[in-house]
Structure formats: C-alpha cells, structure tokens
C-alpha cells in the first residue's frame, strides 16, 4: 500500500545552520505531498504542500520539490531559528482520495 | 483565523468504558476526518465523513468505534468499549470540498489515556 519514509530524529541544528529532512515516498497513483509541523503544545499545521511532479511548495523559508522520479519530497531551509524548533510531518494524499498518509515524523531542535 | 476545536485535551477512562471525544471543524467546511497518534508511532487516518455519511475508513476503524455530527457544529467519535491499545493522541481534521490535494486542517488533540 501507499506509504512515507522519513528520517529519523532528532536533528539538532545550531542557528542559521541548512536544514535538510528526507522524505521519500511509494504510492501507486499520483499522489499529493505535503509537510505538516507540530509545535510543542499544539495541533498540526500545514507548511507546504505540492499536487503534481515538479511543483515547488514553499512557506516560511521551508521549500520542498515533488520529485516524481526519486518519488521524493525532501523538506529544506537555508537558515534555521530556535522558533523552527518542532515536529515535521511527511504526508501524502493518494489519488482519488482524499485521506492523508504519515511519514513517522522528524523532531528538529535549533540551538541558539 | 478559523480553527478546528476539541474538547476535552484530555481524558482518562477505564478499560471498557464508553468515551466521546467532541470536534467542531471550521465552520463551512463539508469534510471530517479523525486521526490517532499511539505514543511514538505514525499519525494514523481512522475516518472519514461527508453528507452525514462515512467516506472512508481505516481497518483500525471497526465495529467499537463510531461517528456522528450531532448538529451543525459538532463531529464525534465515540469508542463504544474503550482497550488499553486505544490510548492514543486522537487529532480530528476538517476540509472544506475534499477535492484533490486540499489542505486539511487539524485541532490541537485529545489525548485519551485508558487504565
């Protein structure tokens, strides 16, 4: 079935530092891609998202590409701050439904 | 900004006891969903529901575990006869058309704990 891999945590980062989270996905149709962010004490939120291959979803700094050839939707920002610190989400919506489908999840944590 | 509410963020309940938790999704939004989250494990979609009626479901969403929109406001999910297993983070998620790639939006959580 339909699934997401993501890396493993925690990442520490100082400030400033480049921040990459893998996330790869399998799924038979065309899915939809998205990051989620959980911060402490809250709800998830949407960060970005992408619906076909080649789209670029952006939001806050955050930027990740669906990459339908390494079926990959790899989570990146140049420049951390301790306010990023949270809980990242990797999730996919299959095509003709319209559930979503969790990566495990990758807690960042930013050090001044 | 709208904003998806649950009540209660937590509970406590004793095995084999009923429990509702109670949802009120953003207001002109048509799509309901719950989602749980075990301790340390992936979120996971249990359900989903349009036009008072289930859309989808999960295998984790068998016969103990029901949903209901009461009224205009309100989504719930009853577990009829609540397991250890059930404890869990239990998130509910609302859509406005359910159309492809649209973005759901989620509550903060009700986090059941059963004894």
């Known amino acids: 079935g339909d699934s997401v891999t993501q890396m493993e945590g925690p990442v520490t980062l100082s400030e400033e530092a480049f921040l990459t989270i893998n996330c790869t996905y399998t799924a038979t149709g065309y899915p939809s891609l998205f990051w989620y962010v959980q911060y402490p004490g809250e709800g998830l939120q949407l960060l970005l998202k992408a619906t076909k291959a080649d789209d670029k979803g952006s939001n806050k700094g955050f930027e990740a590409t669906y990459r339908k050839e390494t079926t990959s939707f790899h989570l990146e920002k140049g420049s951390v701050q301790v306010s990023d610190s949270a809980v990242y989400f990797c999730a996919l919506s299959p095509g003709g439904y319209n559930k979503l489908i969790f990566g495990a999840g990758t807690r960042l944590a930013v050090h001044p | 900004e709208p904003e998806v509410t649950q009540t209660p963020s937590h509970q406590v309940t004793q095995m084999g006891q009923e429990v509702i938790l109670r949802c009120v999704p953003i207001?002109?939004?048509?799509?309901f969903y719950w989602y749980r989250q075990i301790l340390g494990q992936k979120v996971e979609f249990l359900v989903s529901?349009?036009?008072?009626?289930?859309?989808?479901k999960s295998e984790i969403f068998d016969d103990q575990f029901s949903v209901e929109r009461p009224d205009g406001s309100n989504f719930t999910l009853k577990i009829r006869s609540t397991k250890l297993e059930d404890s869990a983070m239990y998130f509910c998620a609302s859509s406005d058309q359910g159309r492809f790639g649209e973005t759901q939006y989620f509550g903060p959580g009700t986090r059941l704990l059963v004894l």
């Open positions: 207001s002109n939004h048509l799509y």
């Open positions: 529901f349009y036009n008072n009626e289930i859309s989808e």
